[in-house]
Nanobody
Framework: QVQVVESGGGLVQPGGSLRLSCAAS????????MGWYRQAPGKERELVAQ???????NYADSVKGRFTISRDNAKNTVTLQMNSLQPEDTAVYYC???????????WGQGTQVTVSS
């Protein structure tokens, strides 16, 4: 099963920025719409941003204006630029195909984002 690998998380103060990256083992990004998800302790996994195979983005209201999703099909990567981070953004972040895609890749380990002073 194809899996993805997320990276770029860390500890950041409120108002700070992080850039997350997602890479897959095969060249599939050019085919599928992709999404970034997050799961906070005690909460269900939620979609925060998605991007079509043509590069059109869409965001959850909670991150709109602060997060930017992009993709590089030639490099098989999807990136999430996160600015103005807040404590409520603390979660493990995962990437996978967008919810509208019937195919789901194997979930990676995710990358921990902690926003704290």
């Amino acid at each position: 099963q194809v899996q993805v690998v997320e990276s770029g998380g860390g500890l950041v103060q409120p108002g700070g920025s992080l850039r997350l990256s997602c890479a897959a083992s095969i060249s599939i990004f050019s085919i599928y719409a992709m999404g970034w998800y997050r799961q906070a302790p005690g909460k269900e996994r939620e979609l925060v941003a998605q991007i079509t195979n043509a590069g059109s983005p869409n965001y959850a209201d909670s991150v709109k204006g602060r997060f930017t999703i992009s993709r590089d099909n030639a490099k098989n990567t999807v990136t999430l630029q996160m600015n103005s981070l807040q404590p409520e953004d603390t979660a493990v972040y995962y990437c996978n195909t967008a919810p509208t895609v019937a195919v789901r890749l194997g979930w990676g380990q995710g990358t921990q984002v902690t926003v704290s002073s």
